[in-house]
């Protein structure tokens, strides 16, 4: 039995995960970890703070939170050598060399998406990428997201532009030489550009359009529910021990 303490477990992310962990026979919901009392606490015990969590009684800390509250709590899990999963993004290179410091002997998972979907959807986009000369993405998310791009699109383009250098491609060229509102091309990282969509309803949708001569490949996933995420957090509770260090994104373990 693999008991976990869900940090963030207030918010519509936290809320999901722990009803996913809820009815696994192999996972046992032993924290909850928020300033606000969850609406439901799965017979697990109700914390303001990591620091009033019996280590002793935690395996494993999933954190969907934010950016200051996971640093928290990837130091906590840091200095007592328990494995933490955070689906957090907004973190800085500085964070990271962090962490490749403080978990050599520890384990530690920082995934943009844990939609299984968003992952192969990434993986068959860097696979095209070493074909196609031209890509644009667009992101489509609901309308309470205050983040734009998404953490997802960012590591998405990151990627893509990686793999085009492997394969030697040259910088895109901007086809755009008048541009009188300025954005309307979206923002670009790493030479690629991103579109952010922000709309009632929707949850996490993204298109990677790629272009060549005379043909066109669209690879898109759409996330309906935010249940959608919750295989890859499990797939992460139950293979972290596998993957000493830091584990950047969820791509390694599939």
């Not at 109700?46 to 494993?60: K, P, Q």
């Not at 690879?219 to 295989?231: E, P, T, V």
Request: charged share 20%.
């Amino acid at each position: 039995m693999t008991r976990v303490a869900v940090v963030g477990a207030a918010g519509r992310m936290g809320q999901m995960i722990s009803s996913a962990l809820a009815g696994e026979e192999d996972i046992q919901v032993a924290a909850l970890v928020d300033v606000r009392v969850p609406d439901q606490l799965f017979g697990a015990h109700h914390v303001t703070s990591l620091d009033d969590v019996d280590e002793g009684t935690v395996d494993v800390v999933v954190d969907f939170s934010t950016v200051d509250t996971a640093r928290e709590t990837i130091a906590w899990a840091a200095a007592r050598d328990i494995p933490v999963i955070v689906g957090t993004t907004g973190f800085t290179d500085a964070d990271i060399a962090q962490w490749q410091r403080d978990f050599v002997n520890g384990h530690l998972l920082v995934a943009a998406n844990f939609a299984l979907g968003a992952v192969l959807a990434q993986r068959f986009a860097v696979e095209a990428a070493r074909y196609f000369p031209r890509v644009e993405i667009i992101e489509y998310h609901h309308d309470r997201k205050v983040d734009a791009p998404s953490g997802t699109a960012i590591d998405t383009a990151t990627r893509i532009a990686n793999a085009r250098k492997s394969a030697s491609h040259p910088p895109m060229c901007e086809p755009t030489t008048r541009e009188p509102h300025e954005g309307s091309r979206g923002a670009e990282i790493d030479g690629i550009r991103i579109h952010a969509v922000r709309m009632p309803a929707m949850t996490a949708h993204q298109e990677v359009i790629f272009g060549g001569v005379g043909e066109g490949l669209t690879i898109r996933h759409d996330a309906y529910d935010r249940s959608s995420f919750a295989a890859g957090v499990l797939l992460a509770i139950r293979n972290i021990h596998r993957f000493p260090g830091l584990t950047v994104g969820l791509d390694p373990l599939l």
